[in-house]
């Protein structure tokens, strides 16, 4: 079990990817991780405040000792299998812990609304990619016209493409033949490759692309990639946090602050790889001239938008229930309840994807967060300590009455 801020993870992969399993509470923000020692390779489940453990602990299991430890549904034991049987830690990433348990839902969750969601999410999957693969035709038609001063080119949108390759005519399927063979040739001649690569390197591309959702223009509103759209709920969670803020109670507003200091920054760890995301989507041809360059910066991208996002879809869809229907649950006692499961579960950032060596800054998060917890309730029962309370809010009116003296 760990607790202490020196065994906290530095990395996402020794973070881990989180693996809910809905037939075990207390499974539900479970992670799953990969360990090489002496006895090969193991896998290894963290388990955030269970049974036996403190708050703010977790215990660290043998991932083949999970069914042995709660009574899995047949969608949980296929999740199980299907990661015990991976093979290396790429394929514990969040994207492709995602796909297993999409596929988990869709064939064997017991809610039948859940698995229809399931498939509808991979066919529009399915169907995303295709429009990012437009949008990136459309990118390179627009590269294309301002090159060569094409007004019409220069103002190719997705949406523009689309139209033009679902068209019914002869006509239109013939100009969206000539247009397509005439932007990979210039796009080639730009690159300084062959037509065939520069249509064999762009279905691998595209895969990479699929999950941050189409390349927009400066007029084009971005809606598809489940990334890009799990970036705008954290935001969403964030304004929402900042209401409840300035109505809550004084006693509960350092919880609500360190949940907004990890909000904001997460937000701002994926912002800045979106816009360096965009910068390097400005040029297709670009990526096409040094492309093993190009897919290894796509790959780094990838992996650090999904491990950052990880842990917070959950977390986001229990505040925004919790706000919408807080008349439901026992209003601001409900709401606080809410802030605290938040509070036990934040995936904070590991310091050295954030810093490298510099100064922990998830040391003094979790700092906090423990301190906040000791001053507000008891280890035992998870209750309001007010005897505590008093005596620290005492002690605080006291040092300020001291400092003020000076």
Same mark, same amino acid.
């Given at each position: ?200 390197? #762009? +279905?691998?591309?595209?895969?990479? !692309?699929?999950?941050?959702?189409? /390349?927009?223009?400066? &007029? $084009?509103?971005?809606? %598809? ?109 409900? #709401? +606080?309840?809410?802030?605290?499961? !938040?509070?036990?579960?934040?995936? /904070?950032?590991?310091? &050295? $994807?954030?810093?490298? %060596? ?49």
């Amino acid at each position: 079990m760990s607790g202490a801020a020196n065994n906290l993870p530095q990395t996402f992969e020794r973070r881990g990817t989180c693996v809910p399993f809905a037939s075990v509470p207390a499974f539900n923000h479970l992670r799953v991780r990969e360990y090489l020692g002496g006895r090969g390779r193991v896998l290894e489940a963290t388990i955030p405040n269970f049974s036996g453990t403190r708050r703010g602990e977790f215990a660290i299991v043998d991932w083949k000792q999970i069914p042995s430890m709660g009574v899995l549904s047949e969608r949980d034991e296929e999740v199980h299998g299907r990661i015990l049987g991976t093979r290396n830690a790429q394929d514990l990433d969040p994207l492709n812990i995602r796909s297993i348990l999409q596929q988990a839902d869709a064939a064997y969750n017991p809610d039948e609304e859940t698995r229809r969601l399931a498939r509808e999410q991979a066919q529009r999957d399915l169907e995303e990619k295709e429009i990012v693969r437009m949008s990136c035709i459309a990118q390179m038609t627009r590269e294309c016209g301002v090159a060569q001063g094409d007004a019409f080119m220069a103002r190719a949108s997705t949406q523009t493409l689309l139209n033009l390759m679902t068209g019914k005519s002869a006509v239109a399927e013939f100009r969206m033949d000539e247009l397509v063979s005439k932007v990979m040739s210039h796009t080639a001649l730009r690159a300084g490759c062959t037509v065939n690569e520069v249509r064999d390197w #762009l +279905e691998p591309l595209v895969g990479l !692309i699929a999950p941050f959702g189409s /390349v927009a223009s400066d &007029k $084009e509103k971005k809606t %598809d990639g489940f990334l890009f759209r799990q970036h705008l709920r954290l935001l969403e969670l964030r304004g929402s946090l900042q209401i409840y803020a300035s109505e809550s109670r004084p006693e509960v507003a350092d919880s609500i602050n360190l949940v907004l200091r990890v909000v904001d920054q997460t937000i701002g760890y994926v912002s800045e790889r979106i816009v360096t995301l965009d910068s390097l989507l400005a040029s297709i041809a670009g990526m096409f001239s040094k492309v093993d360059n190009s897919v290894a910066k796509l790959q780094k991208l990838r992996r650090e938008v999904a491990y950052g996002l990880d842990g917070w879809d959950d977390l986001v869809s229990i505040w925004l229930d919790a706000f919408e229907n807080r008349h439901l649950i026992g209003g601001e006692a409900g #709401l +606080e309840r809410a802030i605290i499961h !938040i509070l036990w579960h934040l995936p /904070v950032l590991p310091y &050295k $994807e954030l810093h490298g %060596d510099a100064f922990d800054a998830q040391s003094s998060v979790e700092r906090a967060r423990v301190r906040i917890v000791s001053q507000m309730h008891s280890w035992q029962t998870d209750e309001l300590d007010h005897e505590l309370k008093d005596r620290v809010e005492k002690g605080k009116e006291k040092a300020s009455e001291e400092k003020s003296s000076w």
